[in-house]
C-alpha cells in the first residue's frame, strides 16, 4: 500500500465452511482460495488483483493443515489502482 490512496474499506467475515468438504490434507490450502474468491466477488476485482496478508495465512494454519477455523473476520482495503488487499482487523 506504498503511496496508493484507499478508496474503500470493509470489515468482512467470510465463512470457511467450504473448505471441509476437501480433504484434510488440502484444507488450509481451499480456506486461501476461499477468502481470494469472497473478496473478488465482493469488490469486483479479479482474483490475480487481490492481495492477502501473511498474518491472515498464519491465522488460517495456525491450527495446521487440517483444522482450520469456520469463520474468519478480515478488513478489505480497495485500493484507486483496482487492487485489493486483504488485512487482519
Known sequence: MADDEVNNEIL???PLNKAL?????RRADTA???????????????ISQVWID???????WKRGKSHIPG???????KLQNGETEVLMP
Open 71 to 77: 469463520t474468519i473476520q478480515v478488513k478489505v482495503l
Open 21 to 25: 468438504r476437501s480433504s484434510k490434507k
Open 32 to 46: 486461501i482460495r476461499i477468502i481470494r474468491e469472497h473478496v473478488s466477488r465482493f469488490t469486483k476485482t479479479e
Open 12 to 14: 468482512m467475515n467470510i
Open 54 to 60: 501473511g498474518k491472515i495465512n498464519e491465522e488460517v
